[in-house]
Nanobody, 125 residues
């Protein structure tokens, strides 16, 4: 099992940037595929980005491609989400997630096995 703790959320103006971090503990971090999801008020949780255990494969939702970058540092047991050009519609609680089921173009956005508690990102206009 793996425990996930997100940090880095906050309030930012439109056009601004934030970097979210997710620190993992428990089983070997490098064996997990990792993802970021978000949930806006009154909406379902949706996938934002994902990265394979090796870091070789990256996946992005269309709405964030070109603005968000997911990365990981297996030596630090941490996955990151760099967000630039933030817009009010990016406002949500952002969740880090982990899975060992493997990722593909057709599965990376499906629910994962382990979840963090979430961090709030608020973008003002």
């Amino acid at each position: 099992q793996v425990q996930l703790i997100e940090s880095g959320g906050g309030l930012v103006q439109a056009g601004g940037s934030l970097r979210l971090s997710c620190a993992a503990s428990g089983r070997t971090f490098s064996s997990y595929d990792m993802g970021w999801f978000r949930q806006a008020p009154g909406k379902e949780r949706t996938a934002v980005a994902a990265i394979s255990s090796s870091g070789d494969s990256l996946y992005y939702a269309i709405s964030v491609k070109g603005r968000f970058t997911i990365s990981r540092d297996n030596a630090k047991n941490t996955v990151y989400l760099q967000m630039i050009g933030l817009q009010p519609e990016d406002t949500a609680v952002y969740y880090c997630a982990a899975t060992t089921r493997g990722l593909s173009t057709f599965t990376w956005f499906r629910p994962y096995d382990y979840w963090g508690q979430g961090t709030q990102v608020t973008v003002s206009s």
